[in-house]
């Protein structure tokens, strides 16, 4: 193997870099997620109903995975911290102009563009991992950007929760404000540019649609693309949904919600300490068979558990074993995607992210359509999700003719 920039670090380089790459991945689901407890104060303050709210949020999550098709190619062209810092400063000055908006036109369409420019830190973490890293040192680092991603939009409406205890609505997206902020200062002063000029592409719009055309007509990386796709659905079916069913349907207070959620929280935890350890020994795609099925699987058992039961506490155990093995999969399917891409790493991880957020877009208000009076709405969701990524995984990227181990 390669010695590749990141081997060149030092140790506290090498921290600053995850640090900063950790928080960069963070910035989205914390955008997108972490108002979700004020919903009631925004319905209360600018007169709207149910609707119009979630709308908010649809706008946010289109404007992130639009972002990502954006940055992906830009930051291949121009190198990576110059998109990154536009993009970043953009995501700043639409949380202001949310905190400050006058009405829910004003602010579902600065969502959209916060959503924007908090795209910019999914895809080129997802890049710059690739530029520095390859084999078991990618997946390494891969695995702990794909622990932010899937514990953030667990932990945002924790943190919110506890917000809105003491600060409006509009002080959440002050929040967000600095958080961004912060990013910005962290990238202009820790992070170096990862992308040489000598290996950023060249040319117009014919580049660019070259560069899709050569990635989407990979096999591996299209298998691995739907399969992460389908999977992070199931997991946006579950964090969408537990907080009305746990709540609402189950009489839990905020409190106990909180329990149960940092409970399961800690599965994603364990199921990306787990995938990472067993790619280097199996391989990513025997580690990714494992962690659809599983996820399959538990989703089933939740639904037998609801059959046959009144209360939350035997649903604790398949949610947990949910997002548990659903942890298990995002950095193996990421690793198995951007493989065969290094020259076009920015445009495949902006793929990646786009399709896992317009899937999440759509999951929420489909669920919505039944009226949630059990917990059986949401893991008929997650069942479905986690068939599919079964599917893809079996029909699309083929495991068995997968052969090689990481070094």
């Known amino acids: 193997m390669s010695v590749q920039l990141g081997d060149k670090f030092s140790p506290r380089r090498r921290l600053a870099f995850i640090i900063t790459l950790g928080l960069l991945t963070g910035l989205g689901p914390f955008t997108i997620d972490l108002y979700l407890p004020a919903f009631p104060a925004l319905k209360q303050e600018l007169l709207i109903n149910d609707a119009q709210v979630q709308i908010t949020l649809s706008a946010t999550t289109l404007g992130f995975a639009l972002g990502q098709?954006?940055?992906?190619?830009?930051?291949?062209?121009?190198?990576?911290?110059?998109p990154l810092l536009a993009m970043s400063s953009l995501h700043v000055m639409a949380s202001v102009l949310v905190a400050i908006s006058p009405n829910v036109e004003f602010l579902t369409g600065m969502r959209?563009?916060?959503?924007?420019?908090?795209?910019?830190?999914?895809?080129?973490?997802?890049?710059?991992?690739?530029?520095?890293?390859?084999?078991?040192?990618?997946?390494?680092?891969?695995?702990?950007?794909?622990?932010?991603?899937?514990?953030?939009?667990?932990?945002?409406?924790?943190?919110?929760?506890?917000?809105?205890?003491?600060?409006?609505?509009?002080?959440?997206?002050?929040?967000?404000a600095l958080y961004g902020l912060s990013i910005v200062a962290l990238v202009w002063l820790l992070i170096v540019e990862t992308?040489?000029?000598?290996?950023?592409?060249?040319?117009?719009?014919?580049?660019?649609?070259?560069?899709?055309?050569?990635?989407?007509?990979?096999?591996?990386?299209?298998?691995?693309?739907?399969?992460?796709?389908?999977?992070?659905?199931?997991?946006?079916?579950?964090?969408?949904?537990?907080?009305?069913?746990?709540?609402?349907?189950?009489?839990?207070?905020?409190?106990?919600?909180?329990?149960?959620?940092?409970?399961?929280?800690?599965?994603?935890?364990?199921?990306?300490?787990?995938?990472?350890?067993?790619?280097?020994?199996?391989?990513?795609?025997?580690?990714?068979?494992?962690?659809?099925?599983?996820?399959?699987?538990?989703?089933?058992?939740?639904?037998?558990?609801n059959a046959v039961s009144d209360s939350y506490v035997p649903l604790i155990p398949t949610m947990f074993a949910f997002t548990m093995f659903f942890g298990?999969?995002?950095?193996?399917?990421?690793?198995?995607?951007?493989?065969?891409?290094?020259?076009?790493s920015g445009v495949a991880a902006s793929l990646m992210g786009a399709l896992n957020m317009t899937a999440a877009a759509f999951v929420g208000p489909i669920i919505g359509l039944t009226p949630l009076t059990s917990a059986a709405p949401m893991g008929i969701a997650m069942l479905v999700c986690a068939l599919l990524a079964v599917v893809f995984l079996w029909t699309i990227l083929r495991p068995l003719s997968l052969h090689a181990r990481l070094d």
């Open 328 to 344: 298990t999969c995002p950095p193996n399917a990421q690793v198995l995607g951007l493989q065969h891409h290094r020259k076009d």
């Open 195 to 305: 992308r040489p000029p000598s290996e950023r592409t060249r040319g117009g719009w014919k580049v660019m649609a070259g560069a899709y055309r050569r990635i989407l007509s990979d096999r591996i990386f299209v298998g691995a693309w739907l399969t992460a796709a389908a999977a992070f659905a199931g997991l946006f079916a579950y964090v969408t949904t537990s907080s009305v069913l746990l709540q609402e349907v189950f009489g839990l207070s905020p409190r106990g919600f909180g329990a149960v959620f940092a409970i399961c929280s800690v599965g994603v935890f364990i199921g990306v300490q787990l995938g990472s350890r067993l790619s280097s020994r199996f391989g990513p795609q025997r580690v990714l068979a494992v962690g659809t099925a599983g996820m399959a699987l538990a989703a089933a058992a939740l639904l037998i558990v």
């Open 69 to 82: 098709l954006l940055i992906g190619p830009l930051s291949d062209r121009l190198g990576r911290k110059l």
């Open 112 to 176: 959209a563009l916060q959503g924007l420019g908090a795209a910019g830190g999914a895809v080129v973490a997802m890049a710059m991992a690739r530029d520095l890293f390859e084999g078991r040192r990618l997946v390494q680092m891969l695995s702990r950007l794909a622990l932010i991603n899937g514990m953030a939009p667990i932990i945002a409406p924790l943190v919110g929760s506890w917000m809105i205890g003491f600060v409006s609505w509009r002080g959440v997206f002050w929040a967000l």
